[in-house]
Each structure stands twice: as structure tokens, then as C-alpha cells.
């Protein structure tokens, strides 16, 4: 009979044998930015979130270059929106302004935007609608733009997350054609209509008009139909895959990562971390030892990077 508890006595022993282990570096940090002066508003659903506009991203960006993470990931909401979107590609708009401030102020930062109309158009669905119908084809162009747009203003990488499909090759095609054949694309591939984002559209403001997303976004019933998903991507030109909410689908990340030999990242959503941040405000659960369990299970089942709120947090965690 083997003694498994041998290696298992003391901490010292437990962390030799640790398998898998996080680093500060594994994480990217999602951020509001808005359209206007002196704003630090708040998320009500997601304690200790804020929407900034653009002068004051210099504290949160200062704990972003001191934690050491990876990088950070941007999320725009205009003062204006339209049926097309217009202002997610606009040279001006709020976005691109935003990354160009942060590359020539934090240029140690790396900095992936996420591709996507919804809150930047008035129905606050991912593309282009025409009664109540989402329109595939006719939304590619627009996300090839903005994505053109973002690179231009100095985005690392883009991240398109509508779930249009052909969206990978279009945006592919564009920004080599532009000249960013080096800007990488890091693909929502498997992202589900999920309840689990309610709070993050309090905070982009990006709750549809109409409808839900279920024609677009996948049935959270299925898993190999997300496969046929990251295939496709990784065909068009991907060069980093994901599957989005990470807690319930870790089968999925499990399985892809095991069939694909891609680099892949989970997103550990907004509804995630305001299940931790409200039970640990309660004193029901012990917040740190939480999400270091949760974070962990998401890099054992394969992510390399893992786009989290908690990240800030958890780097420090990790230093001490």
C-alpha cells in the first residue's frame, strides 16, 4: 500500500510536491474606462470594481505597474452610442484614447482591448441588428475596424469576444493588410450565454435592448460544439483561444487544452467574483483562500493567462 500522506506531512514537503503553481504574471486585470473628467464611479455589483475616466487612471494603473500582472485588459463605454457602434472605431473615441494614454505613460504595460459593439451600439447587442435578427456578416467589417482602430492607438493584442462567426479571419485579414501582422489575437472561442455576466454589464453598460444573446453566444449545454469552435478560430488565424465563464466550464478548458496544443485563457467572470466578494463580505467564506482555490483550478485545467478581478489582489497575496 503506497502512503500518499508521506508527502503530505508539513508545508515544506506539500509545497515541493505542488503541481501547479500561480504566478502574478498569469493574470490580466479587466478595466472600465468612460467617456468624461474626474470619474471613479463605483460598481454596486462587483465590490471594489470602478468605471474611470481617463485622468483618473493614474491610481489604478500605478497598483497595476507595482502588482507586476501581466497585463490588463480594457473595456470602453462611450457617452454617445449608435446602432453601428461608431464610436468603437473611432480614432477619437474613448478607448483608443485610453490605450494611447496608457502606452505613452505605462509603456511597461502590456494592454489587450477587447473587440466587440456592444457597448458601444444603442441596442447593446454584438453586432449589427435589423428588426430583431443579429446580423453575422454585415458586423464583420465593423469589428476589423475597431480592431484596426485600437492597434493603431497602440493596443498590444486584441481580443474579439461578439461571437459572430468568421470574426477571427476578418480581423486577421485587416490588421495584417494594415500593417499589424504582429498584433496578436487572443479569441473569445468558447464563450457561453452565461447568467454569469450580469454584473459586468452594470459595469460596461452593455445589457442588450431586446433578446438575449443565445443566438450568438453558445448553449452552456454544450461541450463539443465548443471544440468545433476553438478549431475554427485556431483556422483563422487565433493565436490564443478561450473559454468563457471559467468555474462551471473547466471541463471544457480541460478538454480543450488537452486536444489542441494552443496557448489557452479562461475568463473568471464578473458573476464569479461577486459570488466570492459577497460571501466573504458575510464572513461566510475566507475570501483569500477562495479565489487562490479557484485561480489555481483554472490553471490546472490548462489556462495560461486568466482574466480576473481578483488579480490585483491575489498578486499581492502571492508575494507574501
Known amino acids: 500500500m503506497q502512503r500518499f500522506r508521506r508527502l503530505r506531512r508539513d508545508e515544506r514537503i506539500r509545497s515541493m510536491m505542488r503541481e501547479t503553481r500561480l504566478h502574478p504574471k498569469d493574470f490580466i486585470y479587466p478595466m472600465f474606462v468612460m467617456e468624461g473628467e474626474n470619474i471613479k464611479n463605483p460598481v454596486d455589483s462587483m465590490p471594489g470594481v470602478y468605471q474611470y475616466s481617463i ?173 468545433r469552435e476553438i478549431a475554427e478560430d485556431i483556422e483563422e488565424g487565433a493565436d490564443i483561444v478561450m473559454v468563457k465563464p471559467g468555474l462551471a466550464y473547466l471541463d471544457v478548458l480541460k478538454e480543450a487544452a488537452m486536444e489542441f496544443e494552443m496557448p489557452f485563457a479562461v475568463y473568471n467572470v464578473s458573476g464569479e467574483y461577486s459570488m466570492v466578494k459577497a460571501a466573504a463580505a458575510k464572513g461566510w467564506i475566507d475570501e483569500k483562500r477562495i479565489v487562490t482555490e479557484n485561480l489555481t483550478a483554472m490553471k490546472r485545467a490548462g489556462a495560461k493567462i486568466i482574466i480576473t478581478y481578483h488579480a490585483l489582489d491575489a498578486a499581492e497575496w502571492l508575494e507574501r
Do not use: W
Not at 91 to 116: F, H, L, W
Not at 144 to 166: C, F, H, Q, Y
Not at 202 to 220: E, N, T
Open 55 to 227: 485622468d483618473r487612471l493614474d491610481e489604478i494603473l500605478e497598483r497595476v505597474r507595482k502588482a507586476d500582472i501581466g497585463g490588463i485588459m480594457l473595456f470602453g463605454i462611450p457617452a454617445h452610442k449608435d446602432e453601428r457602434g461608431s464610436q468603437a472605431y473611432a480614432k477619437d473615441g474613448v478607448t483608443q484614447r485610453a490605450v494611447s494614454y496608457i502606452k505613452k505613460n505605462y509603456p511597461e504595460i502590456y494592454i489587450v482591448v477587447d473587440v466587440c459593439l456592444c457597448e458601444y451600439t444603442s441596442h447593446g447587442h454584438c453586432g449589427m441588428v435589423c428588426g430583431d435578427e443579429i446580423l453575422n456578416d454585415e458586423t464583420l467589417p465593423l469589428l476589423a475596424k475597431m480592431a484596426v482602430s485600437l492597434a493603431e492607438a497602440g493596443a498590444d493584442m486584441v481580443a474579439p469576444s461578439d461571437m459572430m462567426d468568421g470574426r477571427v479571419e476578418a480581423i486577421r485579414d485587416a490588421l495584417d493588410l494594415a500593417g499589424f501582422s504582429q498584433t496578436p489575437i487572443m479569441a473569445y472561442s468558447a464563450k457561453f450565454a452565461s447568467a454569469y455576466y450580469g454584473p459586468f454589464r452594470d459595469a460596461a453598460h452593455s445589457a442588450p435592448g431586446f433578446g438575449d444573446r443565445k443566438s450568438y453566444q453558445m448553449d452552456f449545454a454544450n461541450g463539443q460544439e465548443a471544440l
